[in-house]
Structures are given as structure tokens and as C-alpha cells.
């Protein structure tokens, strides 16, 4: 899923040839793209504009509107709605592959709001989904993510062994993963860095995310960056 001003501009592109306004996966990937960066607005009323692509019966079809409706989620701050909408498109994964471009955003989206919904359950399935893959069939991105909720389950648990997940999280997302997934992650990471005191490696990964989220004009990552720094414990004079 392209997420940055250069996608922007060949969708525009796209969207304004000869015959292709009609075509509303173009308007979906921008619905998407408008939710990343946080203006539920127009993500809504894109959405609401589609016409034949909510007609369609193809897998595919559904799929995609259901990641894009799963990030307007998100964008409106509505974590119950974002994972009904990503598990909806997570459902799909069978008949296209787990690894899957909308099952690779859908996922990770889906196991980020069963965490912060403390909705064990729903974490126990989605991880359960991925380790009924063998490893061959799932995306290193995916993998990646895998870790990263793994270590926030076992820093949510104060497990000192979070530090092993977070750094193979990590890794796995800058190799594999995209600059977004890779914010967030960061994000995680120094939200347990701050746990343990680290001030300064939080600081670290605070401001890389922070880069990360003004390269791709990304407001919502900016706001949860800047909420981690707002909780930190003040210095001590």
C-alpha cells in the first residue's frame, strides 16, 4: 500500500486519465491513504462515494474496503470498529494467502487493537492464525510483527525478557516491513524503554518515529509520539 507523496501523486494521475475516474479501487486506495494520515473527513467521504466496488462480489473487492474502512477506524479513534473491519479483511486469507497485501496491513492493524482493547482472546486467535502458516508461507513483514506483539505482551507483563522480541521486531520491520509499521513499532519499543528507565534509547526511537512520521505527513503517529513523551516522569533536578 503506497503511503507517502509520490503515491499520492501517481493515484491523483491515475484517477484524472481517461477513464479511470470511474474506477473505484482508485478512490478506495486513497480513502486508505487519507486515513494513514489521520483525516478520517475525507477518508469517510471517499468511502461513502464508492458505488460498484461495494457492489462486487469478489473477495478482493470486499477485502480492500474493509482494510480502508479498518484505517478510517482508527483515524476516528474507534478500536472496536478497527478490528471487526481488519478481521473482516483477515477473513479472506485463506483463499488469496496470509501474505497477502491487504492481509499484511490487516493484520498487524487487527493484533495492534485487540492489544490496546486488552482483548486477549481476539491477540490468542490472531496469533494462532499465523502459527497455522508454515514459515515459508508467511511474509518476513509478518513474522516481524509477530515479535512486535510478543514483546508488547511481555512488556505489558513486565517480563525483562521483552527486550529479545522488541530487538528481532525491530530488525525484521527496517529489513522487511514498511517506514509506517516500522514508526510504530519504534513507538512500542521506547514506550518499554521508558518502563525501564531508559530515558535516553526512548528518546531515541521517539525521534526516529518522529522522522519517519513527518516523511509521510502521518498525524497520527506524530500525536502518539508526542503522548509517550508527555507521560514520561519528569527529570529529576
Do not use: K
Not at 4 to 20: I, V
Not at 143 to 167: G, K
Not at 207 to 233: G, M, T, V
Amino acid at each position: 500500500m503506497p503511503h507517502n507523496d509520490a503515491a499520492e501523486h501517481e493515484l491523483t494521475q491515475a484517477m484524472n486519465s481517461d477513464g479511470l475516474a470511474d474506477i473505484d479501487l482508485l478512490p478506495c486506495y486513497r480513502a486508505w491513504l487519507a486515513a494513514l494520515r489521520g483525516d478520517s473527513a475525507a477518508a469517510q467521504t471517499m468511502l461513502a462515494g464508492l458505488r460498484d466496488l461495494r457492489a462486487s462480489e469478489d473477495s478482493q473487492d470486499i477485502a480492500i474496503i474493509s482494510v480502508a474502512e479498518a484505517f478510517t477506524a482508527l483515524a476516528c479513534q474507534q478500536p472496536q470498529r478497527v478490528l471487526r473491519d481488519a478481521r473482516a479483511t483477515l477473513a479472506d486469507a485463506d483463499t488469496v494467502g496470509i501474505s497477502y497485501e491487504y492481509q499484511r496491513w490487516a493484520w498487524p492493524l487487527a493484533a495492534r487493537a485487540a492489544f490496546d482493547l486488552d482483548d486477549t482472546g481476539a491477540t490468542g486467535e490472531l496469533l494462532a492464525m499465523l502459527g497455522s502458516y508454515q514459515p515459508g508461507q508467511l511474509a518476513p513483514m509478518l513474522q516481524a510483527e509477530r515479535d512486535l506483539v510478543r514483546a508488547r505482551l511481555a512488556a505489558r507483563d513486565n517480563d525483562q525478557a521483552a527486550a529479545a522480541p522488541f530487538a528481532a521486531a525491530i530488525s525484521g520491520l527496517r529489513e522487511h516491513g514498511t517506514p509506517y509499521h516500522l514508526a510504530h513499532g519504534l513507538l512500542d519499543q521506547a514506550g518499554y524503554l521508558t518502563s525501564l528507565g531508559d530515558t535516553a534509547d526512548a528518546e531515541a526511537a521517539i525521534s526516529e518515529a518522529c522522522d519517519i512520521a513527518h516523511r509521510l505527513r502521518c498525524q497520527p503517529l506524530l500525536d502518539r509520539a508526542a503522548d509517550l513523551r508527555s507521560a514520561r516522569p519528569p527529570v529529576q533536578a
